[in-house]
């Protein structure tokens, strides 16, 4: 149980362009879904949290017009990255939290973005 | 404020040869603290949450264990596969206390 996907696992686009990064749970209800990025050897960076059916909210100095974050159903997020430039290269991880309770997250494998 | 220190930052270990990780915190009221294993390229992996002092938690090798200003992941006779960075978190009362504030992390290396 407790089972999160994200798709792609890994992107490569050009600078300038947009990716969408969908993150899902595949056996379980989220009111809550979390989006991180990752830098090597460094430990989890909270970007922002999304709550289904309202608007995200967004960590100090993530900027909310780039990593747009859509909540749309209990099972679905979507993070898209616009106008993304090399320094948005990352690796970027969802988690969800189970709509029935529980204070754990369950994270999805990542999705490695690479901007060229 | 609400902090997550863990140690040491990097530990080898031989097969078999037990250890503990450690993660010291300091918070304004402990809503919960959480063990995750993280492989490289992957997402962290759920082990335990633990919300009480002296409350103990077991699988397999692992057992996380909780003090009013510490925790300690202890791995008995480790296995290769074993090896990852685990990383520790904690919810507090203060500010938004959906998100879990996290430790750098300790990586662990079990050699056969």
């Known amino acids: 149980g407790a089972v999160v996907s994200q798709h792609p696992s890994w992107v490569i686009c050009k600078s300038g362009t947009s990716v969408k990064i969908e993150c899902r749970s595949l056996?379980?209800?989220?009111?809550?879904m979390f989006w991180y990025r990752q830098f090597p050897k460094q430990s989890l960076m909270l970007m922002a949290t999304?709550?289904?059916?309202?608007?995200?909210?967004?960590e100090q100095g993530v900027e909310k017009d780039k990593f747009l974050i859509n909540h749309a159903s209990l099972t679905l997020s979507t993070l898209t990255v616009t106008s993304a430039h090399p320094e948005d290269s990352s690796f970027y991880i969802c988690s969800a939290r189970d709509w029935i309770g529980g204070d754990e997250q369950y994270f999805g494998p990542g999705t490695r973005l690479t901007v060229t | 404020e609400d902090q997550v220190t863990q140690s040491p930052e990097a530990l080898r270990l031989q097969e078999g040869e037990s250890s503990s990780l450690n993660c010291s915190y300091t918070v304004s009221g402990l809503r919960g603290l959480f063990w995750y294993r993280q492989d490289p390229g992957k997402g962290p992996e759920f082990l335990f949450t633990l919300y009480s002092a002296g409350e103990e938690k077991e699988k397999e090798r692992l057992k996380a264990t909780l003090t009013k200003k510490e925790s300690f992941l202890h791995i008995t006779a480790p296995k290769p596969e074993d090896s990852a960075t685990y990383l520790c978190?904690?919810?507090?009362?203060?500010?938004?206390?959906?998100?879990?504030?996290w430790g750098l992390g300790t990586s662990l290396a079990v050699n056969p």
């Open positions: 056996d379980f209800q989220a009111t809550t």
């Open positions: 999304s709550n289904e059916g309202s608007k995200a909210t967004y």
């Open positions: 978190a904690l919810r507090g009362d203060a500010g938004n206390n959906r998100k879990l504030i």
